[in-house]
């Protein structure tokens, strides 16, 4: 028997699986704050996690024997047998999950796909784990190739808008008008010209052209410290320390860290000449 996970949140996040919630659903009834997109993923991964994954397998295991336990013999009729139920496999789905393939999928799925989300964010949505996933891509080419087909278009269309983006592109709008009390606002339809955005322009050809549009960042190094010393002789360079010393400690001088004094006049050692008489 495994013991409860030592991390509340995800002892709570474990059993929520183990009961049919979603990973997203089960990240966010955690405790766990962040966009409902962004929980798809981290849940995930969660579950995804050696010793979650083994007590989540635990909690479904117990609850569906909870639920299969066989009547006791003196409640069967003599002339039944009781039918023989096999426990499912939690490799490859959640407990109380529909995993059987339907064709009605397909479409669902290309829906999904032309939004952007990525196999693992359908997955979540289907209610089923990746693996599943990929395993009905592999068993039904044609739901496969609808998945495929619907992110190359959805590709294609966030493509053509970045290049009429970058041309420039006019879009309907319309103008409206205050009209009269009897037959309201005048509503004028036209084309609003939005000039090429410069932005569009350079991500569209860094991603097309790297090798002539990637920005380049050059450095000069021919006015540093290093590169001057390494250009002089023994004798310059010391010159050059101890110049750099002096302007150092004037530098010092002058905001006041270093008080310079005026030095002593040397003591006269001989005795003054005694008037003549």
């Not at 995993?99 to 669902?108: C, D, I, K, L």
């Not at 010393?229 to 004798?235: E, I």
């Not at 050059?240 to 150092?248: N, T, V």
């Amino acid at each position: 028997m495994m013991p409860v996970l030592e991390n509340a949140r995800h002892e709570i996040f474990a059993k929520a699986v183990a009961g049919g919630k979603s990973a997203s659903e089960a990240y966010r009834g955690a405790g766990y704050r962040c966009a409902p997109r962004k929980a798809r993923g981290h849940g995930y991964r969660l579950r995804s996690r050696a010793d979650i994954s083994a007590r989540i397998h635990e909690l479904s295991a117990k609850a569906l024997a909870h639920v299969v336990e066989p009547t006791p013999a003196a409640k069967i009729p003599h002339k039944r047998k009781p039918k023989a139920r096999t426990l499912p496999k939690f490799e490859h789905q959640r407990p109380g999950q529909p995993t059987r393939y339907e064709p009605a999928f397909r479409s669902r799925a290309r829906r999904l796909a032309l939004l952007g989300l990525t196999d693992t964010e359908i997955a979540d949505l289907f209610g089923i784990s990746p693996d599943t996933l990929y395993e009905w891509r592999r068993r039904h080419p044609e739901f496969s190739d609808s998945l495929d087909a619907a992110k190359i278009e959805a590709d294609a269309h966030v493509a053509e808008g970045l290049y009429n983006r970058a041309r420039g592109m006019s879009v309907p709008a319309v103008k409206i008008f205050q009209g009269t009390p009897e037959g309201g606002p005048v509503i004028v339809p036209h084309q609003e010209h939005l000039p090429p955005d410069v932005g569009a322009a350079k991500l569209w050809l860094r991603n097309r052209q790297p090798e002539r549009w990637r920005e380049r960042h050059e450095m000069n190094v021919t006015g540093t410290v290093a590169h001057r010393l390494a250009q002089m002789s023994a004798a310059e360079r010391g010159a050059f320390a101890l110049d750099l010393a002096r302007q150092a400690r004037q530098r010092l001088i002058d905001a006041g860290v270093i008080i310079e004094h005026e030095p002593e006049p040397a003591p006269d050692d001989q005795p003054e000449a005694e008037p003549e008489e």
